[in-house]
């Protein structure tokens, strides 16, 4: 154990988090009240706390401590979609020199504080002697990479650009989902289930278009879609720091469509959660909704079928992309048992170690050679297996076809925090003035988004420390 005063500055700074989040008083009483670890143990803090997630991670931890049956496994979930909650509560931590033997982080601009900070150990003999460059693609790799040298492990891959629908809903009004592949088909699908009053009239429906946004990041991912959605070269651009004129006519054209989206949304979106949402899709009381693929775990939970009770497209205008986001593990420095931390992150890269973990997230493994071994492929749900075929076809085709991954700036990984909180504000404010108003209160709202994010974008101009090359 660490000194005392290390520990009261610990304390300190749970407490200071606690303040901040105002959603983080049981993660304060759980350090105050924690087990002592033993003499061999493993710390590992994550913010999967939902059915799936936990069940995931379970596996995982079943796996490692399989492996390593002498080592005492203590996990810490901290509840928040997204791990915005989590984020508040580790980050002090860290900062007081208590980090744990391993915490979840997102790949990219998420990693970087700590990085720059020097809070994170080289993992690079790690990754030779695993040889994971072989099987992590480059696009991937380069995300938990910073000047040469690698600071985390990839454990999975989700898809952002994803919309979800109610197959009956769709079936019922002969609407085909796999012709929405622009915008303006797909609002015109949005109005054809807004004028048919024998739906609308329903005990419990509620909108063409499911949205919860009480944790503000939910509605920045639909916009972030939109934006991905006017073309690569322009994502690219803006995810480097480049578009600063609000004029920009991608830009424009993004947010103009995200005000369109929003007049056909549920009218208590702001008191919802994303899973919230997602159950207004799966009970029928919503057609689509814009979300991440770990949705799908919803609706195992809610014992409905993949291409019976529900399907999904990619987010019109990004057929040919993956919107990635990466869950990952690091090593701290200074922690308390750093042979298990590295055991720890062997395991998470490791085709045993994401083998028992994303069959039940949702998401798809980041090894190659998993993904291309058809006996692994089986043992993932049909969404999944579709969302494989996605992947390899996206990563073989390869940009020279227009074929691209991209990084999700939404979680962390494209753009510097400094950007993004302003952005999840603007765009908070955006929906409160935007949604179901006249086209001229829409255009002044649509100005000052645009005015807002160029501005965040030009504010914190030097903490863009990566240049993405995605086409």
Known sequence: MKENSGAIKTI??????????????????????????SANALTVYT???SGGESAALQNLLTTYENQYPTVTVIPTAVAGGAGYVFKSVIKPLVLAGEAPDAFQVHAGYEMYPYVSGGYLASINDTWSSQSWNSYFPSVIASEVQWSGTYYAVPL?????????????????????????TTWPAFFAACQQLSQNTTLTSSPGWSAPIALGDTDQWEATMVLEEMM???????????????????SDSNLQNATAKFAEYLNY?????????WDEASALVINGQCAFNLMGDWENGEFKVASKNYGVDYGTF??????NMYGLVIDCFEHPEGVKDPTNSLNWLTVVGSTAGEMAFNPDKGSIPPRTDVLNNA????????????????YKLITTEGTANGYYLYPSFVHGSAMPQSVLTPFNTAVNVFVSSARLQNSATQATAISTLDSAMTSAIST????????????
């Not at 990619?314 to 057929?319: D, E, I, K, M, S």
């Not at 030097?462 to 993405?468: E, I, L, P, T």
């Open 12 to 37: 300190y700074a749970v407490i200071l988090a606690v303040i901040i989040t105002g959603a983080a008083v049981g993660v304060g009483t759980w350090y105050l009240t924690r087990p002592a670890a």
């Open 265 to 273: 949304t549920n009218a208590n979106h702001a008191s919802l959660t």
């Open 47 to 49: 913010w999967w706390t």
């Open 460 to 471: 914190s101009s030097g903490d863009f420390v990566k240049s993405w090359t995605l086409h």
């Open 156 to 180: 999975d891959i989700h898809r952002a650009n994803v919309i979800w629908y109610n197959k009956p809903i769709l079936d019922a009004n002969n609407i085909n989902a796999s012709t929405l």
């Open 314 to 319: 990619p987010a019109p205008g990004t057929a």
């Open 375 to 390: 006996t692994a492929v089986a043992q993932f749900g049909p969404y999944q297996q579709a969302a494989i075929a996605d």
């Open 228 to 246: 991905a959605g006017q073309g690569m070269p322009f994502y690219q651009n803006f995810i480097n720091g480049v578009i600063t004129n609000s």
